[in-house]
């Protein structure tokens, strides 16, 4: 792997933080999309670097909650441990884990991959409160405001079925959860196993909010089937509640609705070379049948009783 010790930015960024003052490697690390991110060696440790660009600041990340909800996580048991910052250059350093990143094909083989995630979800929400919130319904009609304003990319019909969406919104707020934190962006990408505990890494989206949330937006995230989700949801509450299932669903619904106006905003500004259009029509084309069929319906219909 090509080491990047002589980039002159890296270098530059480096200088600054004493721990990694006799760094020896800099490899890249793949996944990121809102931030590039470094395996640095040093003759005694290994450390990741995570790079952030300014202008995520218009997904409405908060990097000095990042940086805080990251200890946080630590001293929950599933996060790495925060060893530096330069907040002024949107770095955070972390320690390494010695662990696989998992990813969404083997979850769906290895549904009882779900169970240990689930056990670790409950330590995460378990654990210290964290700094600041996310409320996704909020989220979501700040992201589609910039993007009526800035004439950024709608899919056709979006805006027509809207709708569907705020009645689930208000359904859901009539009837709340407990806050907890939460990482709120679960990849399958997000959580490493090292073959005793599941990890849970990335925490620029955390903040306070319901479980549900975490856990309908992490089964779409990995297009995992309602079977799945029972798997995971049975795990996390530790009973089979069909109203906490439809309620993730619900959840899941909005999410995908939302996030495809986060992916025309990093089309129009990220730096990252990504096909961010291709990813929010992903979740465009699989929300939209559902809302406009009787599986909306019928978890409007649950959510009801």
Avoid at 120 to 127: D, I, K, N, P, T
Avoid at 167 to 194: Q, Y
Wanted: hydrophobic fraction near 40%; glycine fraction near 4%; include cysteine.
């Amino acid at each position: 792997m090509y080491s990047l010790i002589h980039d002159p930015r890296l270098s530059r960024l480096i200088a600054k933080i004493p721990v990694l003052a006799n760094a020896k490697s800099i490899t890249a690390l793949g996944g990121g999309l809102t931030n590039m991110n470094y395996k640095v060696e040093t003759e005694d440790n290994i450390y990741v670097m995570r790079v952030s660009d300014s202008k995520s600041s218009l997904l409405g990340i908060n990097r000095n909650n990042e940086r805080i909800n990251t200890a946080r996580a630590h001293e929950a048991g599933v996060g790495a441990a925060l060893i530096s910052s330069l907040p002024e250059e949107n770095v955070l350093v972390i320690s390494w884990i010695n662990a696989r990143t998992l990813h969404s094909p083997e979850l769906e083989k290895h549904p009882e991959l779900l169970k240990r995630i689930a056990a670790s979800l409950r330590m995460l929400h378990a654990g210290p409160s964290f700094q600041g919130s996310f409320h996704f319904p909020t989220v979501r009609r700040n992201y589609l405001k910039t993007v009526l304003e800035k004439n950024y990319f709608v899919p056709d019909q979006y805006m027509k079925v809207e709708p569907l969406i705020l009645e689930l919104e208000n359904m859901i707020a009539s009837d709340p959860e407990k806050l907890v934190p939460c990482n709120n962006d679960l990849l399958a990408e997000n959580f490493m196993d090292d073959g005793e505990k599941i990890w849970i890494i990335d925490y620029e989206y955390s903040g306070q909010n319901e479980a549900s949330f975490e856990i309908g937006n992490f089964i779409s995230e990995s297009f995992l089937s309602d079977e799945h989700l029972t798997v995971l949801c049975d795990a996390y509450w530790q009973e089979h509640l069909p109203k906490k299932i439809a309620r993730a669903i619900a959840w899941s619904m909005i999410a995908r609705f939302g996030w495809v106006m986060w992916a025309s905003i990093q089309e129009a500004v990220s730096p990252i070379k990504f096909d961010f259009r291709s990813w929010g029509m992903k979740k465009w084309n699989s929300v939209f049948p559902e809302l406009t069929s009787d599986r909306y319906k019928n978890i409007l219909q649950t959510l009801k009783k």
